[in-house]
Structure formats: C-alpha cells, structure tokens
C-alpha cells in the first residue's frame, strides 16, 4: 500500500491539456493578461509540463515564456516556478545560488540536504542539461573546507535507503559521533560527514537516540557546540531533515516570513517544491512550532496576486487545535521526549570579575561622580562587568569607606534606562524581582505579562527570598498585592505559583501518565472546570515531570497542550498557562521571545528588555541568544543595537545591554 498523499496540489479531475493550454492562452492574448485565471489554473494543476507541452503544439510558443513576458515581480518568479520540471526548478536555484560574487548558502544547504537520492540524481542531470556544466565541479569551485566536503557527499545520492538499519551499528555510530565530538578535544569532523552523509534517514533516527542516551544532550546541541559557520548550518540541516522534513521547511519558512522584510526566493522555493510532497505536514509542524496557522502568516506577509497564489498552494487555513496528522503528533511526541531528556548547560553572560578590588572600584564610582558632570563609562565598565556579589560588596564598601549610600548617588546622576538599568544591576536579584512586581501592579493598569514572567521562571528559592524583599522594601506581602491588583482564576494561578512550593522531583512516570490523562478528560468534559484542574497540575507540578506529562498528553489526545491553551482558554490565564508550558519545554527560548516581543514592533518595551536582560545575565543569557538567533535568524546582539537606537542619544543605554548581551552571535 503507498504512503498517503500529503500535498495540497493533486491531480485535478476530468484534466485536460489541451483545454488547459487554450485557456492560459486566451488569458494572455490582447491588451494586459488574466492573472487570476493564470493563478487558478497553474496553481491547481499537477500536470503542469502536459499543459506546456500542449501549449507548445497548439501555439507554437514555450508557455514559459510567454508567462515571463506576461507577468513581473515575484508573482511571475512564482507562477514560472510552478511550471519548471521539479530537478530544473532545483537546478535554475543553484545555479542562482552559486553564480555572481557571492554564494546563497542557504540555498545550497536547504535543497542538498533535504532532497531523496532520485531527487539529488534528477537534479545533478537537469543541472547538466540545462547548463551544460557539472554540478559537482561548480559547487567545488564555489565552496570550502568541510563545508565543500560534505555537499560533495550529499551530491552524490548515495545515502543508504530508509529500510536499511543496521542495528547492529546504531550503537557503535552512536558513540563514534560522540567520541568524534564531545569526548575529546577538537572535533572529527569527518567521521560527522561519513556518518551523518551516507547512513540511512531511519538509522540515524535510531543514532540520534541512542547518542542523546550516551551524550545527555542532542545531537543538535553537540553540533552547535562543536562545529561552526556554515559547516555547522549544512550539518544541523541534515540532522532536522532526518529527524522530519516537514518540521526542517516550517522552520524554513518561518524565518523566511518573520522579521523586517520577506525573504522571498525562500518562500517561492519551498512552496514550489513542496505543494505536491508534504505541504500538509508542513502546515502541521508550523502550527506546532510557532502557534500560527502558515496561511495567516503568508496572509499577514505578502499581498496581491502573489499572496493569492501562496495562499491556494498552501492549501487552506488550519483549525487551530485540530488534532495532528500523524506525522505532526509523532513530532510532537519527540520534541517532549527530547526536552525530557536533554540535560541544557545553562550559561550567563556576566562572570565574576578577576581582579575584583570592591575598595578600588568604590573609589572609581564615587569619582565617576563627583564635581560637573557624570563619567557615565565608568560607571558601565565597573557594573555591567561585575557579578552581583560583587556588586553588593562595592554596595557596602561604597558606604563603610564613604559614608554615602551608591544606590542613591547613581539615582542622582543618572536618568531613563540607563539609570533604570544601573540601578537594577545594583540590587540583588530578590530585591529587583520585588521592584519588578512593584512596578508590574502599580499605578493605573497592571503589566499582567511581567507578572506571568516573574512568577513562572523563577525556582521555588527566588520566589521565597522575593517574597521577603517585597515585604521588607513595601511593608505589604506580595500576596496580597496580588490579591488586591487581580481576579479571579488568573489571581489564583498567580497566588499558587507565589507560595514558591513547586514541587522539586524528577518524572514519575507512572503518575505523569494519569496527570496527562487528567488533562485530556478536562479537555474532553463539559465540567466548566478546565481551568482549575490544569491550575493543579502546571502549578504545582516540577518541571521535569511536567515534561513527561506533556509527552503523554499527546499520546492521549492526540494533540498538543499549547494549541488546548490557545483553544480552550483566553486573557490572562491563557497567557499564564502558555507561559508555564513554554518554560518547561525551553526556559531560554521562552525569554528569547519575550525579548523578541520587547523589541520588534512600533516602539521598544525597555522595562521587559531590562528585566529579562538584569534577571538572567548571570544565569542562562548565553543560552537566550542561542535561541533568539536559532529562531529569528537574527543575533540577539544586532536587534538590541538596531532597536534601541531610538531616543538613546548618547549610547550608554545601548552600551550596558550590548556587554550585558556578551556578544555578536
């Protein structure tokens, strides 16, 4: 029995080409062209070269070019695409990508590493025909190193077939990739390459699982850690194509969308040569990854006749908590596994200084300071490099030396963000997340999603010392300002959560399975409860057994809990329960968007960018930008110096977040 077809462009019924041939010629002849009737032809035909071939008996030109005389922009890049044989389609993007002074790695990276031996064997002759030239000998002369050697072996076609598993070897391949990484000092990488290149896709998928055992990271982490440049994005490609196509062009096309500006040749490509594959377990991964529908974003980011045509290939919009295709669930079920048994190396950005000297740098502030005007770089260097013990220690030096109280002298002379920043650098971490709360509840509206933050990321240990600083800085217990300031389900949620008495051990299986079924029957029970017996498990539960519940809530719904939470739930208590399920999945992808949110957009939201930036330094800040970079395609380093250029005359404010950030990505 075949695999199921899972594209969005079938074999139209009653097809004929003739037909066909005579209504795209009518809908060019005379003055100006029929795009619509161009679009709903082209894009709903799977028969495409008989409607050329066609053409070309009937009319005696090449329907191509009729089409790109017809049609400009990117809505003829697309619809010329659409009618290209699917290895001339590859071969006219590589050559693109190779030819002129500069190489589109990315597209070379994007079609050698996804494409099946017969796909790579297609391309490699197209290529050859249509350019008279070999693919391989130009693809030698445009690129380098490990990198070269690897897209040589891709070009090959050689992979072993998906039914070849070699069980025997799994765990051998296993620990030769680890032994080739993470065991010893340097990588070999072309064991990566020998391996990764030619092994079988359902082999590996053992491989990978087997590595994860034997590592306590994933193959993908080790990748990341161990390779770089555009080594490390050919081999983290083939890894995703491995573990599933359909999730490796969702992460594709996202990235393509999101941001300033639409990588455009991105989304043609993939939507060309996907529309007849796998575009249905696409729009599943998408709506997975990123909780939005790809038809909404194509639909928020293009227009005109193009977003027409996008759009009719995509194929439709999704029902936003739909139950998974299978392909999408088993995903699902992986990517919970995988956070279940990753062990993440958390690293900050901020390290103790080396040579700390608290009378020194007390002395250096206080000069910083006195008479006309402010050495504000001073100040930044001697803060922004100083761990927070130490700065508690310049703290009480400043006074026993000077008899002056620092916090107050930086309140003086400085102003804005920068003082804001400072002076949120300067306190403990209890004492700013008290501040943070403070500021989320007061005044005329409340800042619900700093709420949510705070209370959900922070360990049982730094609710409890915040709770303390919030009562001893405004003589009233945290909980009761959360009391006073909000209602309902969403003031218990906040109030459970602030007790800090999470609970602290790791899965039980047994019991995470009957927590996840918990789950399922509220979602499936008519009960008016929903929000209630989620509250008992996500607040209270650790967050490695809430993985495991994750993992099995899949199993027993068939269906993610984020899309539920979208679903099921609104306002803030859809906002809370997101943000815990987020957390525990990835804690530093959370805030990577968070941070993302913060900057993007009309305006910067400069208290959520202190925050994240203040609390987390010290803590995981260098596994943030990792995330931010590996979701927006863009480094973390790069959004603060662009967004925050705005109403910052004098740089220091973006100064202190550059040497907080650590660093270019």
Same mark, same amino acid.
């Given at each position: 029995m075949g695999k199921e077809f899972r594209g969005t462009v079938a074999d139209h019924p009653d097809?004929?080409?003739? #037909?066909?041939? &005579?209504?795209?010629?009518?809908?060019?002849?005379?003055?100006g062209s029929d795009k619509e009737a161009i679009l709903e032809l082209i894009a709903s035909r799977s028969n495409r070269q008989e409607i050329r071939a066609a053409y070309k008996s009937q009319f005696g030109n090449d329907l191509i070019d009729d089409l790109k005389y017809e049609l400009t922009g990117k809505f003829e890049r697309l619809i010329v695409g659409l009618m290209r044989p699917p290895a001339y389609h590859d071969a006219k993007e590589i050559k693109d990508a190779i030819k002129g002074a500069g190489t589109d790695e990315k597209c070379l990276i994007e079609i050698l590493a996804s494409r099946t031996n017969e796909q790579i064997h297609n391309l490699v002759a197209a290529y050859k025909d249509a350019y008279d030239r070999d693919l391989e000998e130009d693809v030698i002369g445009d690129t380098s190193g490990h990198f070269k050697k690897m897209l040589v072996v891709l070009l090959q076609g050689t992979r072993e077939e998906d039914d070849v598993v070699s069980e025997d070897l799994v765990e051998q391949d296993a620990q030769d990739l680890y032994d080739a990484g993470e065991a010893q000092w340097g990588t070999d990488e072309a064991k990566f390459i020998m391996l990764l290149g030619n092994r079988s896709v359902t082999h590996l998928q053992l491989v990978f699982d087997e590595y994860q055992k034997i590592a306590e990271k994933s193959i993908e982490d080790s990748i990341k850690s161990e390779l770089s440049g555009d080594f490390e994005t050919l081999m983290l490609a083939v890894v995703q194509c491995i573990r599933s196509k359909p999730m490796f062009f969702a992460r594709r096309l996202y990235k393509s969308m999101k941001g300033l500006g639409t990588a455009d040749n991105t989304l043609i490509r993939i939507m060309v040569c996907r529309s007849e594959i796998d575009?249905?377990?696409i729009r599943e991964c998408f709506r997975l990854r990123? &909780?939005? #529908?790809?038809?909404?974003?194509?639909?928020?980011?293009? #227009?005109?006749?193009?977003?027409?045509t996008l759009l009719k290939l995509c194929g439709g919009d999704d029902d936003i908590a739909g139950e998974f295709f299978p392909e999408a669930a088993q995903i699902a079920y992986k990517m919970w596994e995988i956070s279940a048994m990753t062990k993440v190396q958390l690293r900050g950005t901020v390290r103790p200084y080396q040579n700390f000297d608290p009378a020194s740098d007390a002395q250096a502030l206080r000069k910083a300071m006195k008479g006309f005007g402010t050495d504000e770089d001073t100040i930044i260097d001697i803060v922004a490099n100083r761990s927070n013990a130490q700065r508690q220690e310049i703290r009480q030096t400043f006074k026993s030396l000077l008899g002056r109280d620092l916090m107050?002298?930086?309140k003086s002379e400085l102003s804005k963000n920068l003082e804001r920043l400072i002076l949120g650098l300067m306190m403990t971490p209890a004492e700013f997340d008290a501040k943070m709360m403070k500021k989320a509840m007061e005044g005329a509206g409340t800042d619900e999603h700093a709420l949510i933050e705070i209370l959900v990321t922070r360990n049982n240990q730094e609710i409890q010392e915040m709770c303390s600083a919030y009562q001893n800085a405004y003589k009233k217990s945290l909980e009761d300002a959360i009391a006073s300031e909000t209602s309902g389900h969403f003031k218990r949620i906040l109030i459970s959560l602030a007790q800090g008495t999470r609970e602290e051990d790791p899965a039980d299986m047994a019991r995470a399975l009957e927590d996840a079924q918990e789950l399922a029957d509220a979602c499936n029970a008519d009960s008016g409860d929903l929000e209630d017996r989620f509250m008992s498990i996500l607040c209270t539960r650790s967050f490695p057994h809430l993985r495991r519940v994750f993992? &099995?809530?899949?199993r027993c719904s068939n269906k993610d809990i984020e899309q539920i939470i979208k679903k099921e739930m609104s306002g803030d208590i859809k906002n809370a329960m997101f943000a815990i399920v987020r957390s525990v999945k990835n804690q530093p992808s959370y805030f990577a968007d968070r941070l993302y949110k913060a900057m993007k957009g009309l305006g910067t939201d400069d208290r959520a960018l202190i925050r994240i930036m203040v609390s987390r330094s010290e803590i995981d800040l260098f596994n943030i930008r990792k995330e931010f970079k590996e979701t927006h395609d863009a480094s973390l380093h790069e959004f603060i110096q662009v967004e925050t250029f705005v109403g910052d005359t004098s740089g220091d404010y973006r100064k202190i977040l550059l040497i907080l950030c650590g660093g270019e990505d």
């Open positions: 097809f004929d080409a003739g #037909s066909d041939a &005579e209504a795209l010629y009518d809908a060019m002849k005379g003055f575009m249905l377990d990123y &909780e939005k #529908s790809l038809y909404n974003m194509i639909q928020d980011d293009t #227009s005109g006749d193009y977003k027409r107050a002298d930086l993992q &099995e809530f899949v």
